[in-house]
Antibody, heavy 117, light 112 residues
């Protein structure tokens, strides 16, 4: 059974930093691209970032480019999202997701990030 | 960016009746590999999204056969043949042909 468990969410002040982690199990982690998708309270879904299976290729939404960094440790079956220079509009539930070509086949339970003073 | 436009945004349905959600993309979602990368997700209240349909019409394991996807190019439809109470939630389409990946605004399905 595929499991994706996010951690590291919380309250942070504007301009601050936070690192999200996603522990993956139930599949061969190093064979799949991984994604982060966020959902602002009461609103829709916004794709944030993708990383290839090897970690060599990364992609970002314009809204987060230069501030959020996706990475992975295939030896630990873990995906990361380093979040710097956070803004109020980054407040959202962040979902870790398993990717296959052109799709998302599994989602984590989400981690809430609140950016507020 | 590929813009995904869903309609309607709100869909009240009577139990046992059919429902249909439209999703239109601003560009064709047909890839040069021959696949069309259009996905449908369901998000029940208080839950994470769950994939229902991928590549237009392929239903995920465990998804009831009352759900079906169709379409091509830029015009796609998710149909529920007979709505049940457990189908309440928000449904999103998503394109997977181009970065940035983009979602529709979501369609809220509720029981009348």
């Amino acid at each position: 059974e595929v499991q994706l468990v996010e951690s590291g969410g919380g309250l942070v002040q504007p301009g601050g930093s936070l690192r999200l982690s996603c522990a993956a199990s139930g599949f061969t982690f190093n064979k799949y691209a991984m994604r982060w998708v966020r959902q602002t309270p009461g609103k829709g879904l916004e794709w944030v970032s993708d990383i290839s299976s090897s970690g060599d290729n990364t992609y970002y939404a314009d809204s987060v480019k230069g501030r959020l960094t996706i990475s992975r440790d295939n030896s630990k079956n873990t995906l990361y999202l380093q979040m710097n220079s956070l803004r109020a509009e980054d407040t959202a539930v962040y979902y870790c997701a398993k990717g296959s070509p052109g799709t998302i086949d599994y989602w984590g339970q989400g981690a809430l990030v609140i950016v507020s003073s | 960016d590929v813009v995904m436009t869903q309609s309607p945004l709100s869909l009240p349905v009577t139990l046992g009746q059919p429902a249909s959600i439209s999703c239109r993309s601003s560009q064709s979602l047909e890839h040069s590999d021959g696949n069309t990368y259009l996905n449908w997700f369901q998000q029940r209240p208080g839950q994470s999204p769950r994939r229902l349909i991928y590549k237009v019409s392929n239903r995920d394991s465990g998804v009831p056969d009352r759900f079906s996807g169709s379409g091509s190019g830029t015009d796609f439809t998710l149909k529920i043949s007979r709505v049940e109470a457990e189908d309440v939630g928000v449904y999103y389409c998503m394109q997977g042909i181009q970065w940035p990946r983009t979602f529709g605004q979501g369609t809220k399905v509720e029981i009348k």
